[in-house]
């Protein structure tokens, strides 16, 4: 082995990577990303969870109750409180995920309380997401305990007691993770098939003698687009079905079912295979993709709620939560194989992915049209 000839190729490795600033700068970026975003995106404080409060009791002592609801919505602001007069809406509500508990004062709340009787307050609670369930969990508790600690010493013993429903069967997270492994898969799918594929294709000259031929620019990004969703989308079902197999997901086969997740994975896949394009489609630099995806997965995967609930996190970071498809995708294919709630807790996630495609397949045309 000769030194000076592994000096000539160090140094050239050298002098490449810092003829290409992109790529520097995000060397540099990935690592500060990933210490902010790990840093908030876990350990948070749950605030801002929709828990519904049903009062079929309308007497003094509910009023009570529902004053304390409302100062710690006010306070620590653990939950927001959303009224509702039928504890089946409420319920029906919990199952599509648009509440995160519901808290019911029956009907003979205050008859119980002044007979002393042990007055029941009852927490029904989605438990397929952990975190926020014994979080909501926690804070009812105090309040229940600071209900029963009386300013004198009653003479009756009227202690309210608290009872507490889940309706869904014990969650194991290996389950409640399964929804943002298979968006992992189809993202790396994406950066694979779509954004490294592409780079290699161009820096080839392949684009350019696709365009020799009558095929239009558009239609070249089209084919692009669809191959590579045709990747993502068999690689998000492959994920879906073994992962599921060992999560244990029950019904996993319902005919139903698989087509729901058929929409939500061609959706997601389009989405992210089209986010790729629009962000290689002006880069040149063939090392610039395998240094910019590790941002761009700790950007989208993280503040999407995959590991920990978006309810904990900063506003800032709820902010790229709102705009990142990862979120959309998620929470889907966590209804569906985990609530199995059927199309009406996935059709806002599936047009809000459809919408995001199309503004992102539209800029990937018009970037590339400007290229060529």
């Known amino acids: 082995m000769k030194l000076y000839r592994v000096n000539a190729l160090i140094e050239r490795d050298m002098r490449k990577f810092f003829r290409?600033?992109?790529?520097?700068?995000?060397?540099?970026?990935?690592?500060?990303?990933?210490?902010?975003?790990?840093?908030?995106?876990?350990?948070?404080?749950?605030?801002?969870?929709?828990?519904?409060?049903?009062?079929?009791?309308?007497?003094?002592?509910?009023?009570?109750?529902?004053?304390?609801?409302?100062?710690?919505?006010?306070?620590?602001?653990?939950?927001?409180?959303?009224?509702?007069?039928?504890?089946?809406?409420?319920?029906?509500?919990l199952r599509q995920g648009f509440v995160r508990g519901v808290v019911d004062i029956p009907h003979e709340f205050s008859r119980r309380y002044y007979q002393g009787d042990r007055p029941r307050i009852v927490f029904t609670e989605d438990n397929s997401d952990q975190f926020i369930s014994s979080s909501l969990l926690e804070r009812i508790q105090d309040m229940t305990t600071e209900l029963n600690t009386p300013d004198v010493q009653p003479r009756l013993d009227a202690q309210v007691e608290l009872d507490t429903v889940e309706i869904y069967p014990y969650i194991e997270y290996i389950k409640y993770l399964l929804a943002g492994s298979t968006a992992m898969g189809i993202f790396i799918t994406a950066m694979i098939g779509g954004g490294i594929t592409y780079i290699d294709d161009k820096t080839r000259g392949l684009h350019e003698g696709y365009l020799l031929t009558p095929i239009t620019k558009t239609e070249l990004i089209g084919g692009l687009i669809g191959a590579g969703t045709a990747k993502a989308f068999m690689a998000g079902m492959v994920l879906t079905i073994i992962g599921g197999l060992i999560a244990g997901i029950p019904r996993l086969w319902d005919p139903v079912r698989l087509?729901?997740?058929?929409?939500?994975?061609?959706?997601?896949?389009?989405?992210?295979?089209?986010?790729?394009?629009?962000?290689?489609?002006?880069?040149?630099?063939?090392?610039?993709?395998?240094?910019?995806?590790?941002?761009?997965?700790?950007?989208?995967?993280?503040?999407?709620?995959?590991?920990?609930?978006?309810?904990?996190?900063?506003?800032?970071?709820?902010?790229?939560?709102?705009?990142?498809?990862?979120?959309?995708?998620?929470?889907?294919?966590?209804?569906?194989?985990?609530?199995?709630?059927?199309?009406?807790?996935?059709?806002?996630d599936v047009l809000i992915l459809a919408g995001f495609s199309a503004l992102m397949v539209s800029g990937s045309i018009a970037l590339f049209k400007r290229q060529f």
Do not use: C
């Open 20 to 93: 290409s600033p992109a790529l520097m700068i995000s060397s540099l970026i990935f690592p500060l990303v990933q210490l902010v975003v790990l840093g908030y995106a876990f350990g948070g404080k749950i605030h801002g969870a929709a828990l519904a409060v049903v009062d079929q009791d309308h007497s003094v002592e509910s009023r009570r109750v529902l004053e304390m609801f409302d100062g710690i919505a006010a306070g620590p602001q653990t939950f927001r409180v959303v009224r509702y007069d039928s504890l089946p809406a409420a319920i029906e509500d």
């Open 259 to 348: 087509l729901y997740l058929s929409v939500v994975l061609l959706v997601a896949s389009v989405a992210m295979i089209s986010l790729m394009f629009l962000v290689m489609v002006r880069v040149d630099d063939p090392l610039v993709p395998r240094a910019i995806f590790g941002v761009l997965n700790m950007l989208l995967f993280f503040p999407s709620g995959a590991v920990y609930p978006t309810e904990a996190f900063p506003k800032w970071l709820s902010w790229i939560s709102v705009i990142d498809p990862f979120t959309y995708t998620v929470h889907a294919l966590r209804n569906l194989t985990i609530k199995n709630t059927g199309f009406e807790g996935i059709y806002m």
